[in-house]
């Protein structure tokens, strides 16, 4: 019996070439921008988590300080839970790699007194440790005598989480819209295609076919056009992505070794609400007919 309908979906779907192919390309398109902006989404957040990962804290260091005084603020900085290394940088030292990193930028700096360049600190830090564990562990910190400032870019990370946030929340948004979207293209597609049928369809009633048998057919195309707009939209991004890759470069992401694709969930998730709203697009082009 399922393979009656899958043959009268499939008949069907070819005879109503026509405004299938209109349905599809326009949930496809609508798929396409949808999973591109979930790819960003995906991809800031694993820069987001690699970012977390190299995440360290500065303690910059009062001047003045013994050589006693620093061995024992780096002593009761190790014996702090979620630091796993703890490096003094001497001002000597703190000078001559702010000259390396500028380069020739910093032609004329070598003058400087190395008095100008605070003694520090750098905590580096287990992985896995959140951010709020950061946060309290810098606060730790900041209380230890003889430390004067303490630094690790706390506030951008919890300006970019936010962000990440609300992206997230948008894909909820933008996933609600692209279900309706669906809903609509495939039972005004659908429905269109029905009326187109109905003689046929009262023929088959009056020979006695049931409703489901009539029906039935409708769910499977609508499920198809969703699902096919869906894979299709995938193919697309597939397609795109190396381009994509390319064009960002290295350094606009140099913090991730590649711009990834669209992982396995989300993948499923695509598929999944094509087939999805397809397959309820197709009921709602049944009801009342």
């Given at each position: 019996?399922?393979?009656?309908?899958?043959?009268?979906a499939?008949?069907h779907?070819?005879?109503?070439?026509?405004?299938?192919?209109?349905?599809?390309?326009?949930?496809?398109?609508?798929?396409?921008?949808?999973?591109?902006?979930?790819?960003?989404?995906?991809?800031?957040?694993?820069?987001?988590?690699r970012?977390?990962?190299?995440?360290?804290?500065?303690?910059?260091?009062?001047?003045?300080?013994?050589?006693?005084a620093?061995?024992e603020l780096?002593?009761?900085a190790?014996?702090?839970?979620?630091?796993?290394?703890v490096?003094?940088?001497?001002?000597?030292?703190?000078?001559?790699?702010?000259?390396?990193?500028?380069?020739?930028?910093?032609?004329?700096?070598?003058?400087?007194?190395?008095?100008?360049f605070?003694?520090?600190?750098?905590?580096?830090?287990?992985r896995?440790?959140?951010?709020?564990a950061?946060?309290?562990?810098?606060?730790?910190?900041r209380?230890?005598k003889g430390?004067?400032?303490?630094?690790?870019?706390?506030?951008?990370?919890q300006?970019?989480?936010?962000?990440?946030?609300?992206?997230?929340?948008?894909?909820?948004?933008?996933?609600?819209?692209?279900?309706?979207?669906?809903?609509?293209?495939?039972?005004?597609?659908?429905?269109?295609?029905?009326?187109?049928?109905?003689?046929?369809?009262e023929?088959?009633?009056?020979?006695?076919?049931?409703?489901?048998?009539i029906?039935?057919?409708?769910?499977?195309?609508?499920?198809?056009?969703?699902?096919?707009?869906?894979?299709?939209?995938?193919?697309?991004?597939?397609?795109?992505?190396?381009?994509?890759?390319?064009?960002?470069?290295?350094?606009?992401?140099?913090?991730?070794?590649?711009?990834?694709f669209?992982?396995?969930p989300?993948?499923?998730?695509l598929l999944?609400?094509?087939?999805?709203?397809?397959?309820?697009?197709?009921?709602?082009s049944?009801?009342?007919?």
């Amino acid at each position: 019996m399922k393979g009656i309908y899958l043959r009268q979906a499939w008949r069907h779907f070819r005879e109503g070439a026509g405004p299938h192919l209109f349905g599809l390309c326009t949930i496809a398109l609508a798929f396409f921008l949808f999973s591109l902006f979930l790819m960003f989404v995906e991809n800031f957040e694993a820069l987001m988590a690699r970012w977390q990962k190299r995440v360290q804290i500065v303690c910059y260091l009062k001047t003045g300080l013994s050589e006693a005084a620093v061995k024992e603020l780096r002593r009761r900085a190790l014996q702090e839970k979620g630091v796993s290394s703890v490096r003094y940088i001497s001002p000597q030292e703190a000078k001559e790699e702010l000259l390396k990193r500028m380069g020739e930028v910093a032609q004329g700096l070598e003058e400087m007194a190395e008095e100008l360049f605070p003694a520090c600190l750098e905590v580096s830090l287990r992985r896995g440790l959140g951010l709020q564990a950061v946060e309290a562990l810098a606060g730790r910190l900041r209380r230890l005598k003889g430390v004067e400032e303490v630094q690790y870019g706390g506030r951008w990370l919890q300006r970019a989480r936010a962000l990440l946030r609300l992206l997230k929340g948008t894909i909820w948004i933008l996933g609600g819209i692209l279900l309706l979207v669906t809903l609509f293209i495939t039972a005004n597609t659908l429905r269109l295609i029905f009326y187109r049928r109905q003689e046929e369809v009262e023929i088959l009633r009056l020979v006695g076919a049931t409703e489901g048998f009539i029906r039935y057919p409708f769910l499977i195309e609508g499920a198809l056009q969703g699902l096919l707009g869906a894979g299709l939209s995938v193919v697309l991004l597939a397609l795109l992505h190396p381009f994509i890759s390319m064009a960002l470069g290295s350094q606009a992401i140099p913090y991730l070794p590649s711009f990834r694709f669209l992982s396995t969930p989300a993948l499923l998730s695509l598929l999944s609400l094509g087939f999805l709203s397809g397959l309820i697009g197709g009921a709602i082009s049944c009801t009342g007919s």
